[in-house]
């Protein structure tokens, strides 16, 4: 059997039935994320455009009601998200660094703890939940498809650590 056709149908088990077992068994769901921006990545520009609108929106309104750090801004609401987002002001690192706690809508002690080497500077760090760690990944393997990637292809990644756990360790032999 031709070696392009065995890669590609392990390509579609991994796709089609490994990696949802492992959304499964691990309670993520990165591959609905996936084909969700996988359908998104195929929007024209005006629904994209709207999309954009719509989200925007509800992160703004999100953040002003959520968030305290942008609840004591009081910024009022703007029919357009994209002039009601120029109130908004720039966050520089320290101020994100000395406010982290007023800028996290969940406890940080339920949330997955994401750090930087803080080789150009001050350390960045950054706290996601389970479901913004699954938008994460699918989105990162949608830009590595639009590389060529595919499961099961090998792919180059590089890293501060070679301590990866026990999923991260699955994924590398997959």
Known sequence: MDKSIIMKIYNLILEKMVMPAGDLLFSTKTMAELKKWRHISQLSESELINLQKENLSDLLKFAVQ?????????????????TWIKKFPLMKKKVYKD??????????????????????????????????????????????????????KPILQTGMTINRGLLKTFKDYF
């Open 99 to 152: 406010n982290i706690d007023l800028l996290l809508s969940e406890d940080k002690d339920k949330l997955i703890k994401k750090m930087t080497s803080g080789s150009s500077g001050i350390q960045g760090i950054t706290y996601m939940n389970i479901k913004e760690q699954d938008l994460n990944r699918a989105i990162q393997m949608l830009w590595w498809e639009w590389a060529g990637w595919k499961p099961g």
């Open 66 to 82: 959520e968030i305290p750090f942008y609840k004591e801004l009081k910024t009022e609401a703007n029919e357009d998200p994209f």
